[in-house]
């Protein structure tokens, strides 16, 4: 609700801007269209270039199609449509425009199915809107695409309804992306390219999947997903082994059951809080550079985590906890890597955790299990090392190998058959 309040802020301070603009340039040029059509078949083309130019198109019924063409300064565009069937675009060349898309808002209309929605803009300081909602039976296949190519440039997409598809594309800086899908079978991808993007992704429903690329420094993505089988992927900061992509930040939040999490982040700086709860869930999380910061919270049944920091990095930090049943934690921080520190907490049964923090200096590795069969597995290679393991419960087995000097190693074991193994050398 919160980050609606904000949008319809924007929305308003948007408008109040090109009303101000209006209030100068309405003598020299400031063309209005109207267009309203009932029933089944209808096209609908409007062009318009020039400053201050507003489009109202208006489709009630089933396969019809609406264009809508601006090129200028402040220009606005609405498209709104009832039926099945219906395409509706905008496309917007200039500053300042904004276009809003429409399908299956209102009453009245027997069903809102097979819609499709686009929003092209390119120019600066666009807003781009499109909302598909469904009838009493819930509206199936709609598909939206929003490409902004530009700065400051906002992009929001709401879908209500089952296998509706979003693709949202912003090429630019300081550029705003906001989709919120309610429904089963929900997909939406958004690509952000530029410095200071920001991406808000909300799917509530079964089998929703979410991809989010962005590259370059400062960006920030959030996905939330509330359902079953849920997937979420987001690579920041450019491709594998690239040398872009710094302070990045990525949240995770997923609730359900089968959720599946990937975080790429590359380069330095970068951030990635991942929370899982749930049953069978899975996350991954690769941070290549230095000061990286990971932190993964899984709580349910067969939870897996995964994470891999600066490969040739400094000062990365790692904290997994996990709460349930057969949990298991990986934690790589690695080859040259200095001052370390990886932090994992598991509680439940069957845990298993490894941590491997190799080729550095000044690592610090404490992992804390609770529960039945639990199982750890520390090898820290360099010198300075410190690596703690308590473990309380029953059939609990740590294994700590560190090759260096001045290691510290302090392993406390508390329940029935309980077996410790520690090597150091120097």
Not at 126 to 141: E, P
Not at 162 to 180: A, E, P, R, Y
Not at 244 to 264: C, H, P
Request: hydrophobic share 25%; net charge negative; charged share 15%.
């Amino acid at each position: 609700m919160l980050l609606i309040n904000i949008y319809l802020i924007m929305k308003k301070l948007f408008f109040s801007a090109a009303a101000l603009m209006c209030g100068t340039l309405m003598f020299a040029q400031s063309n209005n269209s109207d267009v309203d059509q009932v029933g089944s078949g209808n096209a609908s083309i409007v062009s318009q270039t020039g400053m201050t130019n507003n489009s109202d198109v208006d489709q009630w019924g089933d396969l019809n199609s609406a264009d809508v063409m601006q090129d200028g300064v402040s220009n606005g565009s609405d498209v709104d449509s009832l039926g099945d069937g219906n395409d509706a675009n905008a496309s917007q060349t200039g500053d300042n425009n904004y276009s809003a898309i429409h399908q299956g808002f209102g009453t009245g209309a027997g069903a809102n199915d097979g819609n499709s929605g686009s929003i092209t803009q390119n120019g600066n300081s666009n807003g781009g809107h499109i909302d598909q909602y469904g009838d009493t039976d819930g509206s199936d296949n709609n598909s939206s695409a929003i490409n902004q190519t530009g700065d400051w440039n906002n992009a929001y997409n709401s879908q209500i309804g089952d296998f509706n598809g979003s693709t949202q594309d912003q090429n630019g800086m300081l550029n705003t992306s906001w989709v919120f899908q309610t429904g089963d079978g929900n997909y939406s991808d958004e690509d952000q390219i530029g410095d200071s993007n920001f991406s808000i992704t909300d799917q509530f429903g079964d089998f929703n999947s979410s991809t989010m690329f962005q590259q370059g420094d400062s960006n920030f993505s959030d996905v939330d997903q509330n359902g079953d089988s849920n997937i979420s992927q987001v690579a920041q900061g450019g491709f594998y082994y690239t040398t872009i992509g710094d302070n990045n930040v990525s949240t995770v939040t997923q609730s359900g059951n089968g959720n599946f999490s990937n975080v790429g982040q590359w380069i330095d700086s970068n951030v990635s809080d991942v929370d899982q709860i749930g049953d069978n869930n899975a996350n991954f999380v690769f941070q290549y550079g230095n000061d990286n910061d990971s932190n993964v919270d899984q709580i349910g049944d067969g939870n897996s985590s995964y994470v891999a920091q600066g490969y040739t990095g400094d000062d990365n930090t790692s904290t997994v906890l996990q709460t349930g049943d057969g949990n298991s934690s990986q934690v790589n921080q690695y080859y040259n890597s200095d001052d370390n520190n990886s932090d994992v907490n598991q509680l439940g049964d069957s845990n298993s955790s490894i941590v491997w923090q190799h080729d550095g200096a000044l690592n610090d590795s404490d992992v804390d299990q609770l529960g039945d069969g639990n199982t750890s597995f520390v090898d820290q290679g360099g010198m300075s090392h410190m690596s703690t393991v308590l473990q309380d419960g029953d059939l609990n087995t740590s294994s700590v190998m560190q090759s260096g000097n001045m290691h510290t190693s302090t392993v406390d074991q508390i329940g029935n058959g309980n077996g410790s193994s520690v090597t150091q050398n120097d």
